[in-house]
């Protein structure tokens, strides 16, 4: 006897799914972080490199070098947690003899940490992109799926046909029930591509020193 799921099993199975609520909540949080990352780097790096002629500017770009180690941690902490993947521990033990100038060339020289910088200044265009695609496909799957309710008080319309009555609205819910789980999948699709590309960004494990640190142990 053969138990493979069913096609529609397969299909429906999506909302059964813990990982896809929390990929959810991992792709609606990557705008309001892009956007709070950007804010924060673009801010602190501007006003850094503007106050290097009285030095004040040096001690800014620590702390923003510092502020971006730790959101890279946070973010890395984040997709452990949201999207389930394994990612190497970060040492921050400092090397035996290492001078405060030793410690920070090696934090500066580490990939990891431009990488990291990089990435908090890419997800705001990647999170809005994400956002976007996340409000189309929900809204959309969902209008459909409740327009025998909404159909009355809402104007909803589905490739330039307008949902004014009570047949096109049971019409447009049957085409709701298959788009929702549809485009759940397709936002799981999503999630593993912020997977792969977080992991092939944030992956390296490697023994640094942050700046925080460094002065703690100095």
């Not at 941690?73 to 921050?92: C, G, H, M, N």
């Not at 890419?122 to 025998?148: D, E, M, R």
């Not at 494990?205 to 100095?218: D, E, F, G, K």
């Amino acid at each position: 006897m053969d138990n493979s799921p069913s096609t529609l099993e397969k299909l429906f199975g999506v909302f059964t799914k813990p990982q896809t609520y929390l990929n959810l909540i991992y792709l609606f949080l990557t705008f309001p972080l892009g956007l709070t990352y950007f804010i924060i780097l673009i801010t602190g790096i501007s006003l850094g490199f503007g106050l290097l002629i009285v030095w004040v500017g040096f001690l800014i770009l620590a702390a923003v070098f510092a502020l971006s180690w730790a959101l890279t941690q946070f973010e890395r902490q984040l997709a452990i947690v949201l999207l389930r993947i394994d990612l190497p521990k970060t040492a921050s033990s400092a090397i035996s003899g290492e001078t405060i100038i030793q410690q920070l060339r090696r934090y500066l020289s580490s990939s990891l940490t431009w990488k990291g910088l990089a990435y908090l200044f890419i997800k705001f265009p990647l999170g809005i992109i994400t956002f976007v695609l996340c409000v189309t496909l929900l809204s959309v799957s969902l209008g459909l799926l409740l327009a025998p309710v909404i159909y009355p008080f809402v104007h909803i319309n589905f490739f330039y046909l307008q949902i004014d009555n009570f047949p096109l609205s049971v019409l447009a819910a049957v085409v709701g029930v298959f788009l929702t789980p549809l485009s759940l999948y397709f936002l799981n699709l999503t999630a593993d591509l912020w997977a792969k590309f977080t992991k092939a960004m944030l992956g390296e494990s490697t023994n640094i020193v942050t700046p925080a640190v460094q002065s703690s142990q100095s």
